[in-house]
């Protein structure tokens, strides 16, 4: 069993593309079909490898974290702007 924590970084073309997480180098690609769940862009999850199947969870405070970092960094430009 293998397990990871990835970011979704984009659904294109039926397949979701997953970065590992914390270097997001790393790619994942899973077929929209192994995903039992609605997921978007950002999302932090946790995937579970079990017998070529796949268990993904998803990260929800984690998520929310990231994206307020990131919009608080947004917030920052448009103001130096």
Do not use: C, H, W
């Amino acid at each position: 069993m293998n397990s990871t924590k990835y970011t979704l970084d984009r659904i294109e073309d039926g397949f979701a593309v997953f970065l590992k997480y914390p270097e997001e180098i790393e790619q994942l690609i899973l077929p929209i079909t192994a995903i039992d769940q609605s997921l978007q862009a950002g999302d932090r999850v946790f995937i579970q490898e079990i017998d070529n199947t796949y268990q993904i969870d998803l990260l929800k405070e984690e998520t929310e974290q990231k994206k307020a970092e990131v919009q608080s960094l947004i917030d920052k430009l448009r103001r130096k702007n």
